[in-house]
């Protein structure tokens, strides 16, 4: 057995140092990676041509111009800013109604609006009353639970031609035109006739008040503002001339006693001294309706 062996291990030392001097008497380990052996050119695969730029086929595609829609936001490189949108069309004003339209009451506005508005009937009057040269201002609405009430008054000072009404006093249109007339056409004639002075101004003790008839529970034509109580008249001579019983044939005494007669028929209601105790001292003019126009003048 030791003749074998003996030329096998020299065998294998020479094959080690020849594998040594191959190395340059150094054994290291390999830095990277062992390049690949070139193959043969009949078994290489062919070279696919590069179309992209390596970077941008890194970069996700635009969703806008792909068409798709990302699942989620992509997050921008900090030096770069964000997009800001574009800016959305200023929307349209809505155009203020105008005045005049937004001023008008539907018709079907409940009556309660419609209430408010002046009748035409009201406007005529007042149209009527400064022809005549009264003095007034419009008085806001009056409503008492009791039922008194006037709908469009107004607070008189002068009942035209000169004539103060003194203090002024709130009532209806009707009433005060009433007035107006009976001073202008019969009261400043008789003065002048049995005074022989013109009227300055009528002294008034009563206007709208709230409060029934004297002795009922009937409401008053005060209650309405469509009556007028006159205690005196002052005359452009400064004389006063109180409403009273005077001597049978005075002057005073004939005055209210043709005022008090032409009174009938300007006015509906007309009561003064001699017709009760509670008018013993003051005229009463009102425009109360009664059946077939009829007066009560006493």
Same mark, same amino acid.
């Given at each position: ?31 990277? =990676?062992?390049? $690949? %052996? /070139? +193959? *043969? @050119?009949?078994?290489?695969? &062919? ?5 992209? !730029? ?15 829609? =990302?699942?989620? $936001? %992509? /997050? +921008? *490189? @900090?030096?770069?800013?964000? &997009? ?5 069309? !200023? ?18 506005? $409940? ?188």
């Amino acid at each position: 057995m030791r003749p074998f062996l003996i030329p096998v291990f020299p065998a294998l030392m020479l094959l080690s140092a020849s594998a040594f001097a191959q190395q340059g008497g150094k054994v290291d380990l390999p830095d990277a =990676a062992p390049v $690949p %052996q /070139e +193959l *043969p @050119e009949g078994e290489r695969e &062919p070279d696919v041509p590069q179309t992209e !730029d390596p970077e941008s086929a890194a970069e996700p595609a635009d969703p806008q111009e792909s068409g798709e829609v =990302a699942d989620e $936001p %992509q /997050e +921008l *490189p @900090e030096t770069q800013a964000a &997009p800001l949108p574009s800016p959305r069309p !200023d929307a349209p004003e809505s155009p203020e109604p105008d005045a005049a339209v937004a001023d008008e009451v539907p018709v079907d506005a $409940p009556r309660s609006r419609q209430s408010t508005a002046m009748p035409s009937g009201e406007i005529a009057c007042r149209a009527r009353l400064r022809e005549l040269g009264v003095a007034f201002e419009e008085h806001p609405p009056q409503s008492e639970p009791e039922g008194c009430k006037i709908a469009h008054p107004l607070t008189v000072s002068s009942l035209g031609g000169g004539v103060a009404l003194e203090p002024e006093g709130v009532m209806n249109c009707a009433i005060a035109e009433a007035n107006a007339r009976f001073v202008r056409d019969q009261a400043q004639q008789q003065a002048a006739r049995h005074l022989s002075a013109r009227i300055a101004a009528v002294n008034q003790v009563s206007a709208y008040i709230c409060r029934p008839r004297h002795g009922t529970r009937k409401l008053s034509e005060h209650a309405f503002g469509n009556a007028l109580d006159w205690g005196a008249v002052v005359l452009e001579d400064e004389r006063r001339i109180d409403v009273r019983a005077y001597r049978r044939g005075s002057p005073e005494a004939t005055f209210f006693a043709a005022m008090r007669k032409s009174a009938c028929g300007p006015f509906t209601t007309v009561l003064g001294p001699g017709s009760d105790a509670d008018h013993a001292d003051h005229f009463h003019f009102d425009l109360a309706e009664r059946s077939n126009g009829s007066t009560y003048c006493r």
